[in-house]
């Protein structure tokens, strides 16, 4: 475990490239590790598995995640899954949708979509669209929440859980992080092409005003004592 842990923390030292399309930088900083990525991450990506159960869609549904990356997320609707009437995880990086796929297989609801989170549209409105830790991994953020406000049917859900760093008056969230949090974590996680910014979660609320959310600090692994905060970000669309 610490030999693989080893080769994931040198990657993330390395950092994402800083050339080259969206898709090739993600493909060239997540192919080294995409079989060590969910087993690293367990630790640090907390308030997944929360989004699930709270987003709690009944049978039938239709499920698009945008960003599902490795598809490990599917994993936390059990055996709901098999009852949803479609569910379609998008992602840009190859890497990752090669782990998806193989954890899906013989998921005959389940659809594997290499395309952009920022203007892929399934061909039927879904009654529930989520991202679990990819917002931030976006440049074209914005546009990738409005296409997903703007994909789901009348009613439906847009759940999002993320990291998070409010402003200095402590908006758009209840908490006004410290000094530090708020120059610290968008530094550390901007070399991995992470980026926490406050503005996510003032569109989110904006777009969506029936809305719930929560906000949360959740350990980070080999950095002791210190806790990265996130928001977990359910909105329903008129």
């Known amino acids: 475990m610490i030999r693989d842990d080893a080769r994931v923390l040198l990657r993330l030292l390395r950092g994402q490239p800083r050339t080259g399309s969206h898709a090739e930088r993600l493909q060239a900083f997540y192919s080294p590790q995409a079989e060590d990525y969910d087993r690293f991450r367990e630790r640090l990506l907390q308030g997944r598995t929360a989004l699930m159960e709270q987003l709690d869609p009944p049978p039938g549904s239709r ?87 703007a994909m789901l049917r009348p009613g439906g859900t847009l759940g999002v859980v993320d990291f998070y760093v409010s402003d200095a008056s402590g908006r758009p969230g209840n908490v006004r992080h410290d000094a ?5 974590w968008p530094r550390w996680f901007g070399h991995d092409g992470v980026h926490p910014n406050p503005d996510h979660l003032r569109l989110l ?17 080999y950095l002791p004592g210190l806790r990265v905060p996130y928001y977990l970000f359910i909105g329903q669309r008129a």
Not at 70 to 79: E, I, M, V
Not at 99 to 114: L, Y
Not at 180 to 184: G, Y
Not at 205 to 221: S, Y
């Open 205 to 221: 609320r904006e777009r969506l005003p029936q809305h719930r959310f929560q906000e949360h600090r959740a350990p980070v692994p």
């Open 63 to 149: 499920i698009v995640e945008l960003g599902g990356g490795t598809g490990r997320n599917l994993l936390s609707f059990g055996s709901r899954l098999a009852n949803f009437a479609s569910v379609e995880l998008v992602d840009l990086c190859p890497a990752l949708l090669a782990q998806a796929r193989q954890r899906t297989t013989g998921m005959r609801n389940v659809q594997i979509i290499e395309a952009d989170a920022c203007t892929w549209r399934p061909a039927i409105a879904p009654d529930v669209v989520y991202l679990s830790y990819a917002l931030t991994m976006i440049p074209d953020w914005q546009l990738a929440i409005l296409n997903a406000i």
């Open 180 to 184: 530090f949090t708020r120059w610290f």
